[in-house]
Each structure stands twice: as structure tokens, then as C-alpha cells.
């Protein structure tokens, strides 16, 4: 069995970028909130042609959009770079670059962690891999074998994120399925709806095979256009690798 999380629109694939419900031209507040409880300010302008930056100003997150970035897109575009954006910055603090367990053993101890943390140790898998052949699903878990397989398109992603697709397919050895008590072992992970969210966007964006705002990500020159201060500037194209899960299923 599987959950399918569906997108922001209905069948998103018929909707070009843009075409949402647009976004009020300067600054407004999101409705996200940097993980330090911080405001983050959606900047839209239309000298922005193309590409997203994110950079810190005065205390809050500040994401520079174009004009055409509709409410819809900004669903998915506003956490993923805030989360993008306090990941660089952590990475600077320690002086290192991501932090995504890289092996299979690393994976294997975040989930022995997160089942004690989580599921009183109940739910312990004998193998726990990162795969390159599943594209169509985030995780996925063989129940009588125990074994959990994480597509390495996680890699990455949040450790929030990642923590919450160890955890659904780590339930799935305690209930093989997507019933009440199933969902009831997830309950007490703090960051579920967030990184339930943050998958939907993800799925949305790769659903729709956002491409509109590639070329130059930083056209304008502008230092009112996503300038930062302390050269902190994180700049991304609306574009995710090829091959993404469509439909961002877990199993």
C-alpha cells in the first residue's frame, strides 16, 4: 500500500507556472516561519526575471521571487529555500557542507535512533540502504524481511525530511499498512506535517517540471534584488534533477 501525497492543484502538470493566483508585487509576510520561529518576507518584484534567492536581512529570512511566482508555486518555493538557506548556514558555522548521512551504516544508526526516540524500539529493520533505482516513490519497506530502501533523491533534503520518511517506513515494520494505528506511531514526530508538506512541494514542483526560471539566476544586478550584506546570498533554479518521484509516493 501506498500514500500518495497530492499536490497543492489538482493535476498540476495542465498548469504552466504563473498561471496560479499572483502574488502581491514587494514585501509581505509568508505564512512559513524560519525554524528559529524568524518572519520570512517574500520580496516579488518584476526587475526579478527569473531564478529565487534566499539571504538573511536584519534577523529574517528574505526570499526574492519573480513577479510571475504565483501563491501556489510560492507554497513549495518559500520553505524549500528557507530550509536551503538555514542549512548553508549551519553549514558555515561548522565549516562543512551538508550533512546527510552518506552511508548505508549512518542510515542503519539514524533509524536505530529514531526508533528509540519515536517507537519505543520496536520497529528495528536488518537493512536499511540508499538506492538509485526508485524513482518513483521517496522510501519504500519490505515488511517480512525488514528491510527499508530510501530513494537517493532524499539526499539532501532536510534532515527533518529525512528523518520523517526513515520514520513512516520504520512504522511500516510495526503495521504493513496505512491504517489508523499506523499513522498513530508517527504521531509524536513534531516536524510530520512539515515535512509532509515539504515532500508535496517537492512532488508539485517535479510534477509540473518547473524549468521557467532557469537561465540567470541573479539577472537584475540589482542590490535591492536579493544583495545581502554579509555575502550570504543562496540562489536557486526552479528546476529539480530528472528522475524525481512524480508523484513523491511512500511505501
Known sequence: MSEKFAPAHQDPRRTPIGRGTPGPLGDSLSVHRASNGAAVVVRRTRRRKSGIAAFWEKGRAVIAVPSRLSLEDEQYWVPHMVSRLEGDTRAKAAGRRGRTPAGDDALMRRCLDLSARYLGSRAVPDSVRWVTNQNGRWGSCTHARKTIRISHHVKGMPEWVLDYVLLHELAHLIHPNHS?????????????????????????????????????????GGPDEGGDDDGGELTHAAQEPAGWPPAGQLF
Open 180 to 220: 489508523p494505528q499506523f499513522w498513530a506511531e508517527l504521531g509524536g514526530y513534531p516536524e510530520q506535517d512539515r515535512a509532509k508538506a515539504f515532500l508535496e512541494g517537492a512532488s508539485f514542483a517535479s510534477a509540473r517540471n518547473i524549468q521557467g526560471m532557469g537561465a540567470d539566476l541573479d539577472d537584475d
